[in-house]
C-alpha cells in the first residue's frame, strides 16, 4: 500500500476543478447557432386531445420549429422502449406506447405534447404559451390501489385494470406451510412513500446533425452513455449505431433518475436534423417535478410466521407497486427482481414468497432511485421484524440475533436467488448497540420525559446486492509526459471515481493520482461499458481497470529489458521503477512512456504503451450493516429532533474511506429526507401538488447530524477480485427502517404503533393526539 493507493483516505483528485468553477457540464458548453427548444407541457392529468393549434407559435418572432407527435410520427421516430422484459405470472409484462409526444391521450400532468424551437430561450417559452391545445378531460386516478381496484379509469387498453404485470417469487407452498405450523405471526401494512429526485443539476440536452454524414451527437448528463444510444440509435431514431455519438460532461447527481431515455433527449436530435443547427433544451426545476423519473411509492402487506420462540419459519409479502403513466426503461424490474430478491434481508427464513402488482397510474412515471427496489425491501423487512419483536415481546436486538444468518452458515443460500458470501450481522448490530449505549436508554427516556419529550431508540440491520451487473472495461495509456489516461465505461456522478481508480492505478504504478486523466462519457472514445448504477462503478471498474494497468506493467517489462539489456526474468518492478536484480540499473515507467512515443525502439516496440482490461462479474457482492438512531419527539408540536446516528458498515476492503463516508452520509441524508420529510402529493384530478421547494420538502443540514459511521474492513467480499462490496445505496436503504423504528419506540408509551413515511410533524402529532383521545374514551 503506497502513500496514495488503496485504503488511503485521500482527499478527492477532482475537487480542485469543481470547487475552482472549472467543471464543465452540458449547459456549460455552448455551439455556434445554437438555438432553444421548450416543451408544451399537458396541464390535465388525462385528457383526449381532441387538436393542436401551432400557427400563432409558428408566426411569433424568432421561432424556428414546433414539433408535434404528427411531425414525429413522418419522421418515424419511434417510442421509448421498455428495456426491462419481465415475465410475470399470466405471461409479459403490458407494454402499451410511451411515446416522445403524447398521441391523441395524455396520461399525466407533464406529459409532453409539443416542442417551440426559438432563436432565444424566451421567444421558445413565450411561443411555447401560445400553442394552444383542446382537451377532452378524463377521470384520472393516482393512487395504486385505486388504479387496481374495479371500475377505475383506464390509462391504456393494452392494460386491462391497469395492471402491468403480477410478478411471483418464491415458493408459496412452502410458506403456506409455515404459516400453518406457525405459533405467533406478525403483520404489517406499509406505504413506501414517493419521492422526486431533484438532483442539483437539472436534465439537460443539446442535440447536433451533420447532414453530410447524417450524424447525430447528443450531450447530455447521463449515468452511463451505452444505453441511452443503443435504444436512440436502433429503436428511436432508426438508424446505426455508428450514426449516433453520445457525449456526457461532468454530471451534477443523478440517483438512478438520469440512467433513462427521456423525450427531451429525442426532441432536440430531431429539431437539429430539421433545422440543421444546434438545439439546446434545459429542464426547468418544475419541469423536473413534472417529468424526471420519481421512486419507491409501493404500499405492502407483510406477514411473518413464528415458532414459539420467535424463530422465524416464514414470510409472505404483497406489494402493490406504482409505476406512473408510462413504463420507463427498467420500471418493471424494480418492484419485482431487484426488490422481491432481498426479502430475505439478514435472516434465516426457511420459505419466502412474494407476489407484486404493477400498475399504471396518472403519475410521473416511476422507475430506479437510489438503491432501486433493496431500500422498499429492507423497510419492509425491518419494519416487520419489530413488529416481530412486539408480538412475542422481546428486545428488538434479541429478535434479531436469535434469527440472523451466522458465520457458520456461510455461503448462505437465501433461497430467493443471492448466495452471501461473507458478513457478521450480529456483530455489526452489537458493535453499533454498545456505540449507541443501548442498555442505557431507559434512563435517557426517564430524563426526557421530564423535559416534555418523548426519547426513542431504534435500528435496523440491512443487506443489499450490488456489482455484478454485465462487464465492464477499462483502457490504460502510458503518456509521453509522464502521465496515465484511463478510458472507462462507467460514469462518474459526483462519486469520486476519478479518485479511486488513480489509487488503483497508483497502487500498480506508483503514479501521483493528479497524473491520472480519466475519459469518460464519450461514445466515439469508450468503446464499451456499463456506466454507473446498483453501485457497480468500483466494484466492476475498479477490477478492469487493474487488469489493464497489469497488462501495461507487463508490456512496459519488455521495453524495460530492452533499455536495460536485461531479460525480462531479471527484472524487479516496485514504485514505478524496473530494475535489474543485484544491480543499480534502472528505467523509469515515466522514461518508458517517452521512449515509446520516440523512434529508437525496435518495430515490435515501438508505439505508446496501451491496454485494455475487463471484467465480467459471476456474482453480485452484498455490503451490509446496522443502523442506529436516537430522537426525540416533542408533546406539543411532534417535531422531531435526531440526537445520535450511529452506522457500523461492512464494505469489505475500502479503497478510500474518505470517499465512502461521503457516500455513506449522503446516503442517509436521502433516507432521512424519505422517512421524514418528502411527501409526493397528488390530488383526485391527479394534479401535482408539491410541485416545487416550496411545498416539496428536501433534507437540509439542520435536518441532519455528524453521523457516527465505523466501517468493518476484516469480511472483504470472496467473489470480487478487489475484495470490495459497493457502499454508494447503502445509506438509502439503512435510514428509512431505523428511523421511524425509533419514531415507534419513542410513542410506544401512548400505544401508538404505526406511522407511514413521511413522519411529519403533523403526522405525529396527529397520531399522538389520536392515541390520547383513544385512550380517555377508553377510560370514560
Known amino acids: 500500500m503506497g502513500q496514495f493507493g488503496k485504503g488511503q483516505g485521500i482527499r478527492r483528485v477532482e475537487d480542485q476543478r469543481f470547487l475552482t468553477g472549472h467543471a464543465r457540464y452540458t449547459d456549460d458548453i455552448r455551439l455556434s447557432g445554437e438555438s432553444y427548444m421548450a416543451v408544451v407541457r399537458s396541464p390535465l392529468a388525462h385528457a383526449r386531445i381532441t387538436a393542436i393549434e401551432t400557427a400563432e407559435a409558428r408566426d411569433l418572432p424568432g421561432v424556428l420549429l414546433v414539433l408535434t ?20 405470472r399470466d405471461g409479459e409484462v403490458k407494454q402499451p406506447p410511451h411515446p416522445v409526444l403524447a398521441r391523441a391521450v395524455v396520461r399525466h400532468v407533464g406529459d409532453p405534447v409539443a416542442v417551440v424551437v426559438a432563436e432565444t430561450y424566451e421567444q421558445a417559452v413565450a411561443a411555447a404559451e401560445t400553442v394552444v391545445v383542446d382537451y377532452d378531460d378524463q377521470p384520472a386516478v393516482t393512487d395504486i390501489a385505486a388504479a387496481l381496484s374495479a371500475g377505475a379509469p383506464q390509462l391504456h387498453p393494452e392494460a386491462p385494470g391497469n395492471l402491468a404485470m403480477t410478478w411471483e417469487h418464491g415458493d408459496r407452498s412452502a410458506v403456506e406451510a409455515a404459516f400453518a405450523k406457525a405459533a405467533q405471526r406478525a403483520r404489517i401494512e406499509i406505504v413506501n412513500n414517493r419521492l422526486v429526485v431533484n438532483s442539483m443539476e437539472p436534465r439537460v440536452a443539446l442535440g447536433q446533425y451533420d447532414a453530410a454524414n447524417q450524424h447525430f451527437t447528443l450531450t447530455t448528463p447521463t449515468q452511463g452513455i451505452f444505453r441511452l444510444h443503443d435504444q436512440l440509435a436502433e429503436t428511436i431514431l432508426g438508424t446505426t449505431k455508428d450514426k449516433v455519438r453520445i457525449v456526457t460532461p461532468d454530471v451534477g447527481g443523478g440517483f438512478g433518475m438520469k440512467i433513462f431515455c427521456y423525450a427531451e433527449q429525442v426532441l432536440v436530435l430531431v429539431a437539429a436534423r430539421r433545422l440543421g443547427r444546434p438545439v439546446r433544451w434545459v429542464g426547468e426545476r418544475t419541469e423536473s417535478f413534472q417529468s424526471d423519473i420519481q421512486g419507491r411509492d409501493h404500499r405492502t402487506v407483510a406477514e411473518m410466521a413464528m415458532d414459539k420462540e420467535g424463530r422465524f419459519l416464514g414470510i409472505r409479502v404483497e406489494t402493490q407497486a406504482n409505476l406512473g403513466a408510462y413504463l420507463s426503461n427498467f420500471a418493471p424490474f424494480i418492484p419485482t427482481g431487484a426488490s422481491t430478491q432481498m426479502y430475505s434481508g439478514l435472516y434465516r427464513i426457511p420459505a419466502i414468497f412474494a407476489e407484486v402488482h404493477c400498475g399504471f397510474t396518472n403519475t410521473v412515471p416511476v422507475d430506479a432511485y437510489r438503491g432501486a427496489g433493496r431500500p422498499e425491501a429492507a423497510y419492509c423487512m425491518e419494519r416487520l421484524v419489530e413488529a416481530c419483536a412486539r408480538e412475542i415481546g422481546v428486545d428488538a436486538r434479541e429478535i434479531r440475533l436469535k434469527n440472523f444468518i451466522r458465520p457458520e452458515d456461510l455461503p448462505y443460500d437465501t433461497g430467493m436467488g443471492p448466495v452471501y458470501d461473507s458478513g457478521d450481522p450480529s456483530r455489526l448490530l452489537e458493535q453499533a448497540a454498545k456505540l449507541a449505549d443501548w442498555d442505557g436508554v431507559a434512563e435517557r427516556k426517564a430524563e426526557a420525559r421530564r423535559r416534555g419529550k418523548y426519547r426513542g431508540i431504534g435500528l435496523a440491520s440491512y443487506v443489499e446486492a450490488c456489482g455484478g451487473l454485465g462487464a465492464e472495461e477499462a483502457r490504460v495509456s502510458l503518456e509521453e509526459d509522464g502521465g496515465v489516461t484511463l478510458v472507462i465505461g462507467t460514469m462518474t456522478n459526483g462519486q469520486g471515481h476519478h479518485t479511486a481508480y488513480a489509487q488503483i492505478l497508483n497502487d500498480l504504478l506508483d503514479i501521483d493520482p493528479t497524473k491520472v486523466r480519466l475519459v469518460q462519457g464519450d461514445s466515439d472514445v469508450v468503446k464499451r461499458g456499463g456506466g454507473t448504477g446498483g453501485s457497480r462503478s468500483l466494484l466492476m471498474g475498479g477490477v478492469a481497470t487493474e487488469r489493464a494497468g497489469e497488462k501495461v506493467i507487463a508490456r512496459a517489462r519488455k521495453v524495460a529489458g530492452h533499455l536495460l539489456e536485461a531479460a525480462d526474468a531479471d527484472l524487479e518492478f516496485a514504485g514505478g521503477v524496473f530494475t535489474v536484480a543485484g544491480t543499480d540499473k534502472t528505467v523509469t515507467l515515466a522514461e518508458i512512456a517517452k521512449a515509446t512515443h520516440g523512434d529508437a525502439l525496435p518495430e515490435d516496440m515501438a508505439g505508446p504503451i496501451e491496454e485494455t482490461g475487463g471484467y465480467t462479474a459471476e456474482a453480485m457482492t452484498y455490503p451490509n450493516g446496522c443502523h442506529v438512531v436516537e430522537l426525540e419527539i416533542d408533546e406539543d408540536t411532534g417535531t422531531v429532533e435526531i440526537l445520535r446516528y450511529i452506522v457500523v458498515d461492512d464494505f469489505g476492503k475500502v479503497v478510500n474511506p474518505l470517499l465512502v463516508l461521503g457516500q455513506v452520509h449522503g446516503g442517509t441524508a436521502q433516507g432521512i429526507g424519505q422517512a421524514l420529510l418528502e411527501h409526493t402529493v397528488y390530488d383526485e384530478d391527479g394534479q401535482l401538488i408539491t410541485a416545487s421547494f416550496m411545498d416539496y420538502t428536501m433534507p437540509r443540514a439542520d435536518d441532519t447530524l455528524n453521523f ?20 454508494g445505496e447503502a445509506g438509502a436503504i439503512g435510514a428509512p427502517p431505523a428511523i421511524i423504528n425509533a419514531l415507534l419506540d419513542a410513542l410506544r408509551p401512548l400505544g401508538v404503533a404505526h406511522l407511514d413515511m413521511p413522519a411529519t410533524a403533523e403526522q405525529i402529532w396527529r397520531a399522538m393526539r389520536d392515541a390520547r383521545a383513544a385512550e380517555r374514551q377508553a377510560a370514560e
Open 69 to 88: 407527435a404528427e411531425d414525429l410520427a413522418a419522421e418515424q421516430i419511434g417510442d421509448i422502449p421498455v428495456l426491462a422484459k419481465m415475465k410475470g
Open 708 to 727: 457516527e459511521i465505523t466501517l468493518v474492513e476484516d469480511m472483504p467480499c470472496t467473489t470480487n477480485p478487489l475484495g470490495v462490496k459497493g457502499a
